[in-house]
T-cell receptor
Framework: SQQGEEDPQALSIQEGENATMNCSYK?????LQWYRQNSGRGLVHLILIRSNEREKHSGRLRVTLDTSKKSSSLLITASRAADTASYFC????????????FGKGTHLIIQP | SQTIHQWPATLVQPVGSPLSLECTVE??????LYWYRQAAGRGLQLLFYSVGIGQISSEVPQNLSASRPQDRQFILSSKKLLLSDSGFYLCAWNTGFTYEQYFGPGTRLTVT
């Protein structure tokens, strides 16, 4: 079963604006990750935040995690046309080699 | 550097026919390997994972099976495909020391 639910399902903004996507999950986690998927391609890892962290930055990406609300957000600042993709959150329960549990994704469209 | 390959890229098969999808990883040893399926417009569902040769864990009961005959080779199979097996199949790996996963380009399977 899928752990996460991304919100919104689809988002269309103008180039240069900021894009915010949210993810909610149901059970306790060890880490939460965000991945990007360009149409018809494999997923690319963007950023990982541990359950004891509240915020993390990587370039134009900012991720927050609120374990009390079981939610996370991904902010992409100064969006570019190349950011057009689907974005997924994924969680693990700390089982080492266990696979990830993915949400359904947010489809982001950056209008030039 | 590490690379992950999947083939074929696209496959159209009739209902009831067998299936064999292959995934290989280069540039690393003893990786954890994963098979995911992505239905249209959905997130990824973990199907199988493997921590070593001959070691397969199944996440969901289904019409599929997996094997790991070599350290860096992971195969997804079916004896008789169903219409519901259509989807985008993604292979992924990680080192076992990190939680980030690295995905292959995927195989688009259409069962007709």
């Amino acid at each position: 079963s899928q752990q996460g639910e991304e919100d919104p399902q689809a988002l269309s903004i103008q180039e240069g604006e900021n894009a915010t996507m949210n993810c909610s999950y149901k059970t306790s986690i060890n880490n939460l990750q965000w991945y990007r998927q360009n149409s018809g391609r494999g997923l690319v890892h963007l950023i990982l935040i541990r359950s004891n962290e509240r915020e993390k930055h990587s370039g134009r990406l900012r991720v927050t995690l609120d374990t009390s609300k079981k939610s996370s957000s991904l902010l992409i600042t100064a969006s570019r046309a190349a950011d057009t993709a689907s974005y997924f959150c994924a969680t693990d329960a700390g089982g080492g080699a266990d696979g990830l549990t993915f949400g359904k994704g947010t489809h982001l469209i950056i209008q030039p | 550097s590490q690379t992950i390959h999947q083939w074929p890229a696209t496959l159209v098969q009739p209902v009831g026919s067998p299936l064999s999808l292959e995934c290989t990883v280069e540039g690393t040893s003893n990786p954890n390997l994963y098979w995911y399926r992505q239905a249209a417009g959905r997130g990824l569902q973990l199907l199988f994972y493997s921590v070593g040769i001959g070691q397969i864990s199944s996440e969901v009961p289904q019409n599929l099976s997996a094997s790991r005959p070599q350290d860096r080779q992971f195969i997804l199979s079916s004896k008789k495909l169903l219409l519901s097996d259509s989807g985008f199949y993604l292979c992924a790996w990680n080192t076992g020391f990190t939680y980030e996963q690295y995905f292959g380009p995927g195989t688009r399977l259409t069962v007709t």
